[in-house]
């Protein structure tokens, strides 16, 4: 073996790897057997993140970044006069397994350039997880990009192996998609997303009847999108992720800041900022409806199409709707309770569990570890007063950012807390 060749590739195939941020490796639960490599059971991936959340705890490469196509977007596109390479199915395979035993890694995400066709590419990256599962008998993460366009043949072969698929849609919209990438259909990326959840449903159907079933991507699927690459605004962004949450079962959605890497007049111009407070917003926007029940047309709608960037949406949102506030922290119910900004799902289960025995006031709140300094502008308790009724919402907005501190306050393009 070519060790300094190896190298090479490694160098070349992980840096072009970077741009893809969807790898997160929650959600599986597959268990070590017969002795062998690796378990993502449990507490699962041990995850390391960079300072704008992007996990790092995985072998994160490219299989090549040889493409046929020419998505003016990406830094692998044929027109790019970068150096190219490719790793061999076994060489993946041996990576893999050398560094987990060094303990550098814990799973695998894999993607790639697109070369000869769909077929011939997923083909190739279901032998790498074919080779670690039966092979290496390894039962650590694997991450599996979908190529868009791979038959649903080779779809179902890829989630018997990989514990979660991605089929990055990349631009939101079939407008921008045409404009930046007019070789690709908007139809291709659709049809991998729908045979995987497909499959999911129907295995976890059999899987009720038959205990030998076979997991399939036992960890979902998932998708990234690129903001701020053509000019779509944030709630075109949002309605794609609401679409693709209710219609594809994603288990995440991931926003990428665009990084501008050439001289197109179709994209930003090179040395433009890369947009992290906007990306920051929208996860924002993506966990306020997952896990706080807010329909996407209450945070952006044709009045209102793009997010805050000095305030988090959550704020945002109670601005707008001061009719609903104050609520009374000792009546209002779970679901109007966890739109009181400074209040997290933490916060709420442990307020609905206090009030069972006494009623709240201003103190309780602050053990509990509400952030009073917005949460007091919206809420009554069994105290006096607090919320200001008479300031209009742009000076309370202004009130709440003054009394606000953040480590990041001075950079103002990073993360930040939540809410």
């Known amino acids: 073996m070519d060790f300094d060749r190896i190298k090479e590739k490694l160098n070349i195939l992980a840096d072009a790897a970077k741009y893809d941020v969807s790898c997160s490796s929650s959600g599986s639960k597959r268990t070590n057997t017969k002795k062998g490599l690796g378990d993502s059971s449990g507490m699962g991936i041990c995850h390391s993140y960079t300072q704008d959340g992007r996990c790092v705890s995985l072998l994160k490469i490219l299989l090549t970044n040889h493409c046929i196509f020419d998505c003016a977007y990406c830094v692998t596109r044929k027109s790019n006069d970068i150096k190219r390479a490719a790793f061999k199915v076994q060489e993946v395979v041996d990576l893999t397994i050398s560094f987990y035993r060094r303990n550098y890694i814990e799973g695998l995400f894999l993607s790639s350039g697109i070369f000869k066709s769909p077929d011939h590419t997923m083909e190739r990256l ?17 991450h599996l990009k979908s190529i868009p366009g791979a038959s649903d043949e080779l779809m179902r072969e890829a989630g018997l192996y990989a514990d979660r698929l991605s089929v990055n849609i990349e631009i939101p919209t079939k407008s921008g998609l045409k404009l930046l990438a007019p070789e690709k259909k908007h139809e291709d990326f659709m049809k991998p997303m729908e045979k995987v959840k497909n499959e ?23 998708t990234q ?14 309605y794609s992720s609401a679409f693709f949450y209710k219609n594809y079962n994603m288990k995440r959605v991931y926003y990428s800041g665009y990084v501008p890497i050439s001289n197109d007049p179709r994209l930003p111009a090179l040395g433009t900022q ?32 793009h997010l805050e960037m ?15 506030f104050p609520v009374d922290i000792n009546k209002v119910d779970k679901q109007l309770l ?21 009623k ?60």
Not at 126 to 142: P, S, T
Not at 200 to 222: D, H, M, N, R
Not at 225 to 238: H, N, Q
Not at 315 to 322: D, E, F, G, M
């Open 126 to 142: 279901i032998r790498v997880a074919k080779k670690l599962r039966e092979e290496e008998n390894f039962n650590g993460y694997i």
């Open 310 to 324: 000095d305030i988090d949406p959550k704020l945002s949102y109670a601005l707008r709707n001061r009719h609903l």
């Open 200 to 222: 999911i449903i129907q295995y976890k159907s059999e899987s009720k009847l038959i205990k030998s079933t076979p997991k399939y991507a036992p960890a979902g699927q998932s």
């Open 274 to 305: 890369v947009p992290m407070m906007r990306e920051n917003r929208l996860y924002q926007t993506d966990w306020l409806m997952r896990f706080y029940g807010y329909d996407v047309r209450e945070l952006l709608n044709n009045d209102f199409q």
């Open 338 to 358: 966890l739109r009181v900004p400074g209040i997290g799902l933490k916060s709420v289960s442990k307020i609905l569990q206090a009030r069972k025995f006494r």
């Open 225 to 238: 999108m690129i903001v701020g690459a053509t000019g779509e605004s944030d709630r075109d962004i949002m």
């Open 360 to 419: 709240l006031n201003w103190e309780h709140l602050r053990k509990i570890g509400i952030s009073m300094n917005r949460a007091k502008y919206f809420i009554t308790c069994d105290a006096r007063e607090k919320e200001l009724k008479d300031v209009s919402s742009e000076n309370l907005k202004q009130l709440i950012i003054q009394n606000s501190f953040s480590k990041y306050r001075k950079e103002f393009n990073q993360q930040l807390s939540l809410f």
